[in-house]
């Protein structure tokens, strides 16, 4: 059977443990004689796969009892209308952009209120998280939103920002379980699952008690309403059931990983291995400011437009898929998640060191 190394940004690899599992388990799951997709969201098995999830989470990241973990639909799209239709009390809120997704989600919020983008490395096409030890925070701000790990480009917040007091907004999407966070120090944590944890289509949000209410902006439907899902326990109506399920086993894998501090060792063992290469190559260069790099992805070029393109075509053929850079930003980058194992980056570096004795 062939698995290939799959750098994607996402959708994106999954723990090779988890698929087998998940296949052993597919005609019939423990014993109930049939499918997790074809049981109801109601029965007794279902909701131990829910509930299981949810306190597997909790255990893994230290969520305080003070938040809520709510398992939607949607994708992380969604919740850049959601964030503002439920937050924005003063239809005011500041946003750092450090790339695409921060950018989209003020977009979005600016639908709503007053959107103040106070901070952004758009300048430099992103390749840098800019200072935010003293930012310029607006009074009547509902929030400060950010995106901490920026997919497209590769960089992270390896501090998080000064909000002066302002409940603290993150999209973790690309970074999420990647190593330990202070829940505490958010509002809101949330992410799409599709880039570290799981199947496309759950987003989970992780929100503080506080935050959710009924007074959201009018017109605010049911479903967009965190309370909705809050008071039903993520089963308001039938919640991304497989996904969830899936979700559930990488947590537990996660568990027996060792938790996140060893994902933080295991990320940063194979993040380095990358680095080290790419700043010391004559052929190929990161893009993005050393201080600020992320550990899960990983963009670099050339300089050669069509060197690229041939590396790319070579490295696919080699086995190492996936690594075509995002259209905004050219050449390569590889998405280096929990799953991808250091074996993989091995042969990546392998691949390249290879391809630049042949082409330089
Ligand atoms: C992929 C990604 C998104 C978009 O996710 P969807 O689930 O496709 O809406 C948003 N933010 C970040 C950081 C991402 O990496």
Redesign the pocket.
């Known amino acids: 059977m062939g698995r290939v190394y799959n750098f994607s ?2 959708p994106a690899v999954l723990p090779e443990e988890v698929l087998r599992e998940a296949a052993d388990e597919m005609m019939d799951y423990q014993g109930t004689g049939m499918s997790v997709m074809e049981m109801s969201h109601r029965s007794k098995a279902y909701d131990e796969i829910i509930k299981g999830a949810e306190a597997d989470l909790r255990e893994l990241m230290g969520i305080p009892d003070n938040y809520k973990v709510l398992f939607l639909q949607g ?4 919740q850049f209308a959601m964030i503002p239709m439920n937050l924005m009390k003063n239809r005011s809120a500041d946003y750092i952009i450090t790339g695409q ?1 921060a950018k989209k989600a003020a977009q979005e919020a600016e639908k709503y209120g007053k959107v103040n983008r106070i901070a952004s490395s758009e300048d430099q096409t992103f390749s840098y998280i800019p200072d935010c030890s003293d930012l310029p925070v607006s009074e009547d701000a509902d929030y400060v939103y950010i ?1 901490e ?3 497209i480009y590769g960089t992270k917040f390896q501090t998080l920002p000064d909000t002066k007091g302002k409940t603290l907004v993150a ?1 973790v ?2 970074c999420f379980l990647s190593e330990p966070i202070d829940v505490a120090k958010y509002g809101i944590v949330y ?2 699952v ?2 570290n944890i799981g199947p ?1 289509g759950v ?1 989970i949000v992780i929100i503080r008690e506080d935050l959710i209410t009924e007074d959201v902006l009018p017109g605010t439907p049911t479903m967009l309403t965190y309370k909705t899902h809050a008071d039903a326990k993520s089963l308001y109506n039938t919640p991304p059931a497989y996904g969830i399920y899936i979700c559930g086993k990488v947590f537990k894998w996660l568990k027996k990983m060792g938790g996140l501090k060893v994902m933080k060792e295991r990320n940063e063992k194979k993040a380095k291995l990358l680095y080290d290469f790419l700043d010391q190559s004559k052929l190929f260069k990161g893009t993005v400011a050393a201080k600020d790099r992320s550990l899960m992805n990983v963009p670099f070029v050339t300089g050669d437009a069509d060197l690229d393109a041939k590396f790319v075509k070579e490295a696919k053929a080699a086995g190492l898929e996936n690594l075509k850079g995002h259209r905004s930003v050219g050449g390569m980058r590889a998405s280096i998640y929990n799953a991808m194992p250091y074996e993989g980056v091995e042969a990546l570096v392998a691949f390249m060191k290879k391809f630049e004795e042949e082409n330089l």
Do not use: H, I, M
Not at 75 to 78: D, I, K, P, T, V
């Open positions: 940004a996402g994708g992380a799209s969604q997704w995106c790990n920026n997919t999209d999407s690309s992410g799409g599709q880039k496309a987003v």
